[in-house]
Structure formats: structure tokens, C-alpha cells
């Protein structure tokens, strides 16, 4: 094993002042665990963007290798992994103040990692990465509150998004009508009918404040990405008995709603988070992900670069000019 290794390494010179370049760093430079994993390929997600611009929230210590996703084999570990075993590890504090998937090697606790399943390989899962899991949740919650194909369309907002894109990939797989909500109706329908949706709306659509308690009844549910006035307003247009999941805030952290929906619907709001969710859940979702949530289309909802890629693509996803998945490639 190499001392030395390639990595995304953000710097703060001075205060409130982050850069970021491709270098070296040490086996030295990673934490204590008993895992230690060979990157094979991780992924690009929002809060990799964060993480690399120095968002409090996300990056508190640097330098720092960003990376939440990571997918690659084993070097050594305790009882249950061995050498050479395919692994994927995603959230807990990796990629956050923990060196994450933007470095050749990681090194965290075995509690952080999950075996890849069989019908997956590792290019795959980080295609899926968390936002493709996060999705997958979200589907798995909609299902388990009893959501069906022919009780009506599911709303998904943040549709070009890498949580949308996936939902409505699996939605569309699973028999599901599906109604995407964008702020790019030109360029991304051609993208959005492709994986599934059959009809697309422009998020403006769901974007007033305030107003009636309750809307006409629409949507058997919804998969939320953003938060804020667009959930609420879904909230408001369940159907009696359905359900809207919610995972992201970049329409806003708080939400505006009465108990009607609830108390004379009979509504569910499902929260996603896929950060701490415990490591048997998470593997019964990847479980998912490789068998009845695999997509054919996996490659088209993606594009590849390489580490020295990844910079330009984090300046891409923090002006909302991200569409699909941006799989990265550690192994060549």
C-alpha cells in the first residue's frame, strides 16, 4: 500500500478564504479506524459542493478530502471484511470532517460500510451514490405507507436533481405515473420524459406562499427535495391517504402547513435522511437498489470525470446547472 496518494484537498489560507487543488496526501493524514478501503469511484452530491466552498454546516477542519460516497475494496479491517472485499461506504461523517471518497484511500469505522450487493458492481452504487439512495428511500417510504401505482401521480420536485432523477427513474420502473417539477422546462424535458415522467411542470407552479390550507386533491404522493413553500403546497394537494416524503431544504428549511391536511385526509409527511441511518437499514436499501429498484438506464443518468474533473463540476452544481448524476473516477 502506497504512502502517499492522490486526493481533492481544500485549503483555507485565511479565514472565510478556501481553495482547492489535486495533490498529495499520507496514509498519516487519515484518522484512526479499522477499515481501510481502496477507492475505486465515488460521486458528486450538493453537500460535496458545500463541503469544498467551506460551509460550516458540512467542513469544519481543514485541509480536507470531500467525498460523502465511496465505493472500492478493502485493504485490511476486522472480523467480517476481508482483503479484496467490495465495499460501499455513504454518510456518518465521511466526506464531512472525516477524509472522504476524493481521495485514493480512506480509512474509517467498520461501522460506516456496507458489503456491496451482488447485482450492483461498484460503478454502479456510486452512479446510485447517496442522492440515487436518498431516492431510493424515498420510493421504499412511499411503498411502505401504501402508495400505489393506480391510486394517482407522484409529484417529485428538484426533478434534473441527482435525488429526482432517480426517483423518477425507480418510480417509472415500479409502474408509477410521475409529474416533474423543474425550473428547466426547455432543456430538461427531453431528460425527465426519457427516465419517466409523463408530464413536467415548472416549479413556479408550487412556489406561492401562504394561501387556502387545503388544494384540490392531485397527487397520491410526492417526493420532496426542497423544502420550503413547494412542500407545503404538495402537502396541501395529497389525496386522502396519501403521502409526501421530504430530504432536501433549498427552497427553504421551514414549511408552512395546517392539521388539515392530516386530521381530514388523513396525509403523511415522511422525513429521509440517509446520513445516520442506521448500517442494517442501509444495507437493505443498497439490498433494494441491486434487485427490484435496478435501473437499465443507469449510464444515462450520468457523466463521468476523473479527480482532476471534479473541481469544475463542484462550480457547476453551486449554480444550479447540474443535471443527473456525476460519477467520479478514482480508478484509473
Known amino acids: 500500500m502506497s504512502e502517499n496518494f492522490r486526493a481533492l484537498i481544500i485549503e483555507q489560507p485565511e479565514p472565510k478564504q478556501f481553495t482547492r487543488r489535486v495533490g498529495e496526501r499520507s496514509m498519516d493524514d487519515l484518522p484512526e479506524g479499522d477499515l481501510v478501503i481502496k477507492v475505486q469511484y465515488s460521486s458528486l452530491n450538493?453537500?460535496?459542493?458545500?463541503?469544498?466552498?467551506?460551509?460550516?454546516?458540512?467542513?469544519?477542519?481543514?485541509?480536507?478530502?470531500?467525498?460523502?460516497?465511496?465505493?472500492?475494496?478493502?485493504?485490511?479491517?476486522?472480523?467480517?471484511?476481508?482483503?479484496?472485499?467490495?465495499?460501499?461506504?455513504?454518510?456518518?461523517?465521511l466526506g464531512m470532517n472525516t477524509p472522504g471518497g476524493y481521495g485514493e484511500y480512506i480509512r474509517i469505522p467498520a461501522g460506516w460500510a456496507v458489503h456491496k450487493p451482488a447485482g450492483l458492481t461498484l460503478r454502479e452504487a456510486m452512479i446510485v451514490g447517496t442522492a440515487g439512495f436518498t431516492a431510493a428511500q424515498s420510493v421504499d417510504a412511499l411503498q411502505t405507507a401504501?402508495?400505489?401505482?393506480?391510486?394517482?401521480?407522484?409529484?417529485?420536485?428538484?426533478?434534473?436533481?441527482?435525488?429526482?432523477?432517480?426517483?423518477?427513474?425507480?418510480?417509472?420502473?415500479?409502474?408509477?405515473?410521475?409529474?416533474?417539477?423543474?425550473?428547466?422546462?426547455?432543456?430538461?424535458?427531453?431528460?425527465?420524459?426519457?427516465?419517466?415522467?409523463?408530464?413536467i411542470k415548472h416549479r413556479s407552479e408550487l412556489a406561492?406562499?401562504?394561501?387556502?390550507?387545503?388544494?384540490r386533491e392531485t397527487y397520491a404522493g410526492a417526493i420532496d427535495t426542497v423544502g420550503g413553500a413547494p412542500l407545503?403546497?404538495?402537502?396541501?394537494?395529497?389525496?386522502?391517504?396519501?403521502?409526501?416524503?421530504?430530504?432536501?431544504?433549498?427552497?427553504?428549511?421551514?414549511?408552512?402547513?395546517?392539521?388539515?391536511p392530516f386530521i381530514l385526509r388523513g396525509v403523511s409527511l415522511l422525513g429521509i435522511d440517509s446520513v445516520e441511518c442506521p448500517l442494517s437499514e442501509k444495507q437493505r436499501i443498497w439490498d433494494k437498489v441491486a434487485t427490484v429498484y435496478k435501473l437499465d438506464n443507469l449510464e444515462e443518468l450520468s457523466r463521468e470525470v476523473g479527480l482532476d474533473g471534479v473541481s469544475d463540476e463542484i462550480d457547476k452544481i453551486l449554480k444550479g446547472g447540474q443535471t443527473g448524476r456525476v460519477l467520479v473516477n478514482l480508478a484509473n
Open 46 to 93: 450538493y453537500k460535496d459542493a458545500l463541503s469544498a466552498i467551506g460551509n460550516p454546516g458540512v467542513s469544519r477542519n481543514f485541509p480536507h478530502t470531500p467525498g460523502i460516497d465511496a465505493a472500492g475494496t478493502v485493504v485490511s479491517g476486522p472480523d467480517g471484511f476481508n482483503a479484496g472485499d467490495e465495499v460501499i461506504a455513504i454518510g456518518f461523517d
Open 208 to 215: 406561492e406562499e401562504g394561501g387556502r390550507p387545503m388544494l
Open 232 to 260: 407545503s403546497n404538495l402537502v396541501k394537494q395529497l389525496k386522502y391517504g396519501g403521502a409526501a416524503t421530504c430530504c432536501g431544504l433549498v427552497a427553504g428549511a421551514s414549511f408552512e402547513s395546517s392539521v388539515f
Open 146 to 199: 401504501g402508495v400505489k401505482p393506480e391510486d394517482g401521480p407522484i409529484a417529485v420536485t428538484g426533478a434534473t436533481g441527482g435525488v429526482g432523477s432517480v426517483a423518477i427513474a425507480i418510480l417509472s420502473k415500479l409502474g408509477y405515473e410521475i409529474v416533474a417539477f423543474t425550473g428547466k422546462i426547455e432543456s430538461a424535458t427531453p431528460f425527465l420524459t426519457g427516465l419517466g415522467a409523463s408530464e
